[in-house]
């Protein structure tokens, strides 16, 4: 079947309480009428609606303030029904209990769902990569607890980018992505300064987190880029980016904030002190710097660019706000550096009376700076010596002020679209001085400068010009993933997947075929009751093997495939691994040491090549192996474990100590919320042994294998007197296994 196909079968899989939610609901309209559902995905850092704490540590700042304003303008649009923002469940004595609330609301329609991932403690991103998993398999239940699923997946960073992934291949929803900053990026710069591999390795797992992104790039159907310099120069290191995906939508600008003054406007009245303390005649047009003492803004420069130019000096003072401060000794080294170098200047060239350096401003006081700078016809410089973004440029613009930025990056793109003043060699004192005074005396140009600013940045760099720019590709991508012939009922349906309550995981070889007849019954069956059911096969055979010897006996590919017993999952009909199983099974799993302390043990030859696999090494057996808890004994006095399985007296498998079909079986139980009770097994041997036990619904077919004789008689394990696909359904007749649960034939092809 193509996967279109399938995504169309999955079309009459009705989950039944979905039907029943939406037809309940008179007038409900149909889901194209609906507005969309968007899911958000920011793993990492602390988010909550109220006061988030921006700043807090380095993983909760600029992210974590994109994503709310993102998601909280998104809900606002008329053509958005809902967002849900996942994020990572956090309780620890540091952290305020909020963010171990499950659900917070964040607007009308949107809010938070927060997720366990790992420790309950409050964990840097760094170290979140082993429990990613556990992150996918909880959107998974919170997505099937929902009554749809979302229309698109739109992930944060690479932590995000990753669980994106597997569930936007798992549930056929397409994937949206922003990187907000990225480790080739970072491993470059590290390395310039002089960071070895290897420590870069350690502190960052950089490698991990790039391979993540190339897989991310590579799938994903869009990438949003805040800025040109990012899409193409960033995004271009990147081994698998597909240019044509990446769309430069820059972030938006909260305008309630950052407003010109009014004619009756007056800054408050502390920062009005604290600016003009500093300063000999106030009321001359006011050259503004917002930026972290940091080597990279160029601060120093700045001022000895305004020191050397006399005509500017004469014309213009210069206001500088780097950050809060009590005295410069107590500050950190290289911020105390800057700032002392800054005073160096100012008496080098006789400044005092000219510059202001406040020691103190409140975050909420930052747009009454700006808009003081307006007031006293001034400019804003960033004279950083490279800038990716440039969020102050935006502010000064949204506030009246003109700007003279860097040649670089995101000051390119906000001259170009804004034209609110000059781009300039930051590095080129001569330059940039002159920049700053053709500004500070430009006369009417300086009022146009002024209102393009206004314009420009309402027209790309307000929130809901971005929710504009995104709903438009968002909208292309959703007909593409809807398009051909489907119906649209279907879109109200969730993959069978998710929609099921039940599941049927049977053996291959000996149980579901063997006997033609039987096999016959049992599709018939299968296909009656497939809505609700999860069909799924649990092998020893290898993945391609499984699927020819099914393909070749007319079996309809299944939702899942463990194969390799156990040891690998699969779901149909494109063959997606369960990546998450693999990071579980990896655990202490060292193929090739165990490999070799097996090779001498007598009576035990390698399978052929193609049943050897990474999380499985098989032996045929014969009568000199010895006894399994000997071989066991090998394993242990070399530190070594695995779980060896033993079947049909002819084969042994060895396989990572969590692999095997039973607990495959439980893993996809808790993962996809199917209760172990409504999971009918079948099986005929040794490597079934474990499936069979416990509280799933155990049947042995009538020519099952004596190693398994000893079941007999357990909870729950019953023996078909029946052979093959017959067992089977005399099994199925036994636990009444369909008529437990809600699946009369009344109940299926509901319409709504
Ligand atoms: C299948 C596999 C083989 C394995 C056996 C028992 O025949 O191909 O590798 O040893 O099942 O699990
Ligand atoms: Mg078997």
């Keep these: 079947m193509t996967s279109d196909a399938y995504w169309a079968a999955s079309s009459v899989q009705l989950g039944l309480t979905t039907a029943k939610k939406l037809s309940d609901r008179p007038g409900e309209t149909l889901i194209e009428e609906k507005g969309l559902y968007l899911c958000m995905i920011s793993v990492h850092g602390l988010i909550r609606a109220k006061e988030p704490e921006l700043g807090r540590d380095p993983d909760t700042g600029g992210q974590v303030g994109y994503v709310l304003d993102l998601v909280r303008a998104l809900a606002e649009n008329s053509g958005i029904e809902k967002v849900d923002l996942l994020t990572r469940k956090v309780e620890g004595p540091a952290i305020s209990n909020e963010y171990a609330i499950d659900m917070e609301q964040l607007s009308p329609n949107s809010r938070i769902v927060r997720l366990r991932c790992g420790p309950k403690r409050y964990i840097r991103k760094e170290a979140l990569w082993p429990y990613l998993d556990e992150f996918v398999d909880r959107a998974l239940q919170h997505f099937k607890a929902q009554d749809r699923l979302p229309d698109v997946i739109h992930t944060h960073y690479a932590d995000a980018g990753y669980v994106g992934l597997q569930l936007s291949g798992m549930l056929n929803i397409p994937q949206v992505h922003t990187g907000h900053s990225l480790g080739r990026v970072k491993q470059q710069y590290l390395r310039e300064g002089g960071m070895s591999q290897t420590q870069i390795e350690r502190r960052f797992k950089i490698s991990r987190r790039i391979e993540i992104e190339e897989q991310v790039l590579d799938q994903a159907a869009m990438i949003i880029a805040s800025t040109r310099q990012e899409a193409d120069q960033q995004y271009g290191l990147y081994e698998r980016a597909r240019p044509n995906r990446i769309k430069v939508i820059p972030p938006g600008l909260d305008l309630s904030r950052f407003h010109p003054p009014d004619k009756d406007w007056q800054p408050a009245e502390a920062i009005q002190i604290e600016v003009d303390r500093f300063l000999t005649k106030p009321n001359k047009p006011m050259i503004l710097t917002v930026a972290r003492a940091d080597r990279r803004k160029n601060l120093e420069g700045l001022v000895e660019a305004y020191g050397k130019n006399p005509e500017l000096k004469h014309r213009a003072n210069l206001v500088i706000v780097a950050g809060n401060r009590d005295r410069i000794s107590d500050l950190e080294e290289s911020v105390a550096e800057i700032l002392k170098n800054i005073l160096i200047l100012m008496d080098d060239y006789s400044l005092n009376g000219k510059v202001s350096l406040p020691k103190h401003h409140l975050p909420d006081e930052v747009p009454d700076l700006f808009r003081f700078a307006a007031r006293r016809r001034g400019v804003f410089v960033n ?29 390119v793109d ?79 349906h969730k993959p069978p997947m998710l929609s099921a309550n039940r599941m049927l995981a049977l053996d291959i070889d000996n149980v579901l075929i063997g006997d033609k007849q039987g096999l016959q019954k049992l599709l018939e069956w299968i296909d009656v009751h497939r809505d609700g059911t999860i069909f799924a096969v649990a092998t020893g055979r290898s993945l391609e093997d499984a699927l020819s010897v099914l393909h070749e006996n007319g079996v309809p590919t299944p939702e899942v495939i463990i194969s390799s017993v156990g040891s690998e999952i699969h779901y149909g009909p494109r063959m997606l691994a369960d990546s998450g199983w693999a990071t579980h099974i990896h655990y202490s799993w060292r193929r090739l ?134 067992g089977i359904l005399e099994g199925i007749g036994h636990y009444h296994f369909c008529e437990t649960t809600d699946c009369s034939p009344g109940n299926h092809h509901s319409s709504v």
């Design 383 to 411: 004279s950083a010596i490279t800038e990716a973004f440039g969020l102050t440029l935006l502010e000064a613009a949204a506030s009246g002020v003109p700007i003279v930025a860097p040649d670089d990056g995101g000051p």
């Design 414 to 492: 906000i001259i170009r679209h804004c034209r609110n003043g000059l781009l300039v060699e930051t590095l080129n004192f001569d330059a940039l001085s002159e920049a700053l005074l053709a500004v500070v005396t430009a006369g009417p140009k300086w009022r146009q400068w002024a209102r393009n600013g206004l314009a420009g940045v309402k027209n790309h760099y307000a929130w809901d010009a971005h929710v504009r720019k995104y709903l438009k590709e968002i909208r292309q991508i959703i007909r593409g993933n809807r398009k051909s012939a489907r119906h649209r009922i279907e879109l109200l």
């Design 593 to 726: 040491d165990v490999a070799l302390a097996l090779r001498d043990v007598p009576g035990l030859a390698l399978q052929a090549k193609q049943n050897q696999r990474e999380f499985k090494i098989s032996y045929d057996t014969n009568s000199k192996m010895p006894s399994i808890e000997e071989i066991a004994g090998v394993l242990s006095a070399q530190g070594l474990r695995a779980n060896l399985i033993y079947s049909h007296g002819a084969f042994l498998d060895v396989l990572p100590l969590r692999a095997s079909k039973g607990r495959a079986i439980r893993y996809l139980s808790y993962k996809w919320s199917v209760p172990l009770e409504k999971i009918l097994v079948a099986g005929d041997s040794g490597n079934d042994e474990e499936m069979l036990e416990g509280r799933t619904l155990g049947v042995v077919v009538g020519n099952y294998s004596p190693e398994i004789e000893h079941l007999r008689g357990h909870h729950q394990i019953y023996f078909a007197k029946s052979s093959h696909a017959f």
